[in-house]
């Protein structure tokens, strides 16, 4: 079983549209939680932490059930610009200050005019 | 702006040549990171090091070795490439291991033939 699982999609909706996408985490240990973004043949960038207590940015919005080890995000009112890969990233933690991110293999998201 | 800069952007080698990926970034970071992204498999992460002259192993790291001589440079090294590693090469780099955002640079597609 993946450390970190997303259905890899794709998702195909029309602009305007609300669009949840979904994670869940194997390891309960895991202390810190993200989506990226990978726009079609660049690079991820990160578009905002994952808080327990759920957030938002704009149109975005996090949130992340640690009794259930998932993560969801939601995009309103889709825009053409959204179309792009999102990556579930969590934490694994060697010591106090050392780590990685494991990310997930990420879901496609395709918005239509 | 942080910036991320990986020595190539496409490189095709043949199977058993000895193969130098680098990543610099200019923004003092104490960590660096390799990975390798293939379809499917989403991003993997090969080495990482969190000072100078220190490296960590990540999930895949045989047949790869790496070097950090300099806080801002991070080299990646096969030492006798093979077609299985044909893959974007992905260099990021973070202030924190964990908690801080990964910053990528726009990667390497290699090519072993």
């Known amino acids: 079983r993946k450390e970190v699982e997303q259905d890899p999609g794709p998702f195909n909706v029309p602009e305007g549209a609300t669009v949840a996408f979904n994670c869940t985490y194997s390891?309960?240990?895991?202390?810190?939680f993200f989506w990226y973004r990978q726009d079609c043949r660049k690079e991820p960038k990160l578009l905002m932490s994952?808080?327990?207590s759920g957030n938002e940015d704009g149109r975005f919005t996090a949130q992340l059930n640690r009794a259930s080890q998932y993560i969801s995000l939601l995009i309103r009112d889709s825009k053409l610009s959204d179309s792009a890969t999102y990556l579930c990233?969590?934490?694994?933690?060697?010591?106090?200050?050392?780590?990685?991110?494991?990310f997930g293999q990420g879901t496609t998201l395709q918005v239509k005019p | 702006d942080v910036k991320v800069t990986q020595s190539s952007r496409y490189l095709v080698k043949r199977t058993g040549e000895k193969v130098f990926l680098e990543c610099v970034q200019d923004?003092?970071?104490?960590?660096m990171f390799w990975y390798r992204q293939d379809p499917g498999l989403g991003l993997r992460l090969i080495y990482f090091?969190?000072?100078?002259?220190?490296?960590e192993k990540g999930d895949i790291p045989e047949g790869y070795s790496v070097s950090r001589e300099k806080k801002e440079r991070f080299s990646l090294i096969l030492e006798s490439a093979s077609t299985n590693q044909t893959s974007m090469y992905l260099c990021?780099?973070?202030?924190?291991?964990?908690?801080?955002?990964?910053?990528f640079g726009p990667g390497t597609r290699l090519t072993v033939l």
């Open positions: 990021a780099s973070s202030f924190m291991a964990m908690r801080d955002t990964q910053y």
């Open positions: 390891n309960s240990a895991s202390q810190s």
């Open positions: 994952v808080y327990s």
């Open positions: 990233v969590v934490t694994r933690s060697y010591s106090s200050n050392t780590g990685k991110l494991i």
């Open positions: 923004m003092d970071h104490e960590n």
């Open positions: 090091s969190y000072d100078v002259k220190m490296k």
